[in-house]
């Protein structure tokens, strides 16, 4: 139930995340917007997304998981009422400024509530189904928020979100509870040999683990977050697809994102059941789909509009995010659960910073090209490439194993 609840969370995140892409086209002639403006609106989004992650993770160990997510979901749906009327350039920055402010420990959290309710060897499948509910945001909401759009306007959209999110708080409370290890209950059925260890978070934040994973992630949420932000305009604007064509296609990588996610996740399980090292099942597994992620992107900016482009692109925008469950697993492998959700904050707050910077590199590219499709080739070039040499790096960092052993050694030094 608390699986399926957080699932459903995760839905509702993403749904709001990228009502704005949806509508990015409309919200542009309305308002009289340039590209680099409404570049500028999505990454408002994230300016104050490490903030929100950081302190929402470090409330977490004060404050029962139940009552704080009831709570962020109360202030996502504060942060959409205003944009039900009529709204300015500068309406639109705020709102989407303190959503992302609520928003930016939503992924840490939802991954933070629901390890705690697994053995380490089970963590990856639960956490990716997590995973697969980002996904399932806009594979659902994709088609009616583009048809309500389309239908009426791009305000109306945000009654939709208004609804949904207020009922699932009634839902979280009527239903959910805290978690075994939460700051509201005490630590019992999923209590590990690393939650037994009091290591300082000097130490925990030193492992090529923490390091690498954060690494793993910046590059992973640069690709989603152009997904969120520049992609169903880059399907409309830049090649040249309708609004209802262009709903459509978004939902491809959405739908493969949550397939890959779940599979991703039973491969890791399936491979540490086996004996295969985390340093395979988590690290290798989730660089390599991340890599993945990076060479597609690199790959659509230069093959010609059509049938494979369009695959391509699906590729470019899912594996990423097939790899997110995997990748926060290792951090559950290593991190005692009264620190985890600190620990996971600060990677949601690594990963808003290229919230913040993806989406103007690409609408400064747009903006300063000779034509729009090839400063869209070139913002896409570049995050390519630095997914591949991101995921690389990771490699040689991530070792739960490794890191599990110099953890236990310095907390037994200080003690």
């Known amino acids: 139930m608390i699986t399926g609840l957080l699932v459903v969370f995760m839905l509702i995140n993403f749904a709001d995340k ?68 009529t709204v300015t350039f500068g309406v639109l920055v705020a709102c989407r400024l303190v959503l992302g402010f609520a928003e930016g420990p939503a992924f840490a959290l939802a991954n933070h509530a629901v390890h705690s309710w697994f053995p380490p060897e089970k963590r990856a ?51 959910g509870r805290g978690a075994p290890g939460d700051a509201a209950e005490p630590a019992q059925a999923t209590e590990t040999v690393v939650d037994t260890v009091d290591a300082p978070y000097r130490t925990i934040l030193r492992t090529g683990t923490v390091i690498g994973i954060a690494l793993l992630m910046f590059c992973s949420y640069w690709s989603t977050t152009l997904k969120v932000s520049w992609l169903p305009v880059y399907l409309e604007d830049g090649l040249g697809y309708d609004t209802l064509t262009t709903g459509r296609l978004v939902m491809l990588p959405y739908g493969l994102a949550a397939v890959g996610a779940i599979a991703a996740g039973w491969f890791s399980n399936r491979l540490v059941s086996r004996g295969v090292s985390r340093k395979v099942a988590r690290g290798y597994l989730s660089a390599g789909l991340i890599a993945g992620a990076g060479i597609t992107m690199v790959g659509f900016t230069i093959v010609s509009a059509g049938l494979l482009q369009i695959l391509l692109v699906s590729l470019a925008f899912s ?67 630095l997914m591949i040499v991101g995921s690389a790096i990771a490699v040689f960092l991530v070792n739960p194993e490794r890191d599990i052993t110099v953890i236990r050694k310095r907390a037994e030094e200080t003690a």
Not at 48 to 60: K, T, V
Not at 131 to 136: F, W
Not at 332 to 359: E, F, H, N, T, Y
């Open 18 to 85: 990228s009502v704005i892409a949806f509508a990015g086209v409309q919200i542009q002639k309305d308002l009289g917007l340039t590209p680099q403006q409404f570049g500028m609106i999505q990454s408002s989004f994230f300016w104050l997304f490490a903030a929100g992650a950081l302190f929402f993770g470090w409330l977490s160990s004060k404050v029962s998981i139940r009552w704080l997510l009831a709570g962020l979901m109360l202030l996502w749906v504060a942060t959409m009422v205003p944009l039900t009327g």
């Open 319 to 385: 594996l990423n995010t097939a790899a997110y469950g995997v990748a926060l697993t290792a951090i559950a492998d290593v991190v005692q659960s009264r620190k985890r959700g600190m620990v996971l904050g600060g990677l949601g707050a690594v990963s808003s910073i290229s919230g913040m910077v993806a989406p103007l590199v690409l609408g400064f590219s747009v903006g300063r090209a000779a034509d729009k499709i090839s400063g869209y080739g070139t913002g896409f070039l570049i995050s390519g490439i």
């Open 125 to 175: 499948l639960p956490s990716s189904f997590v995973t697969a509910g980002s996904s399932l945001g806009v594979l659902i909401a994709a088609p009616v928020l583009t048809w309500i759009i389309v239908r009426w306007d791009w305000h109306a959209a945000f009654y939709l979100l208004i609804t949904v999110g207020l009922v699932w708080v009634v839902a979280w409370i009527l239903l």
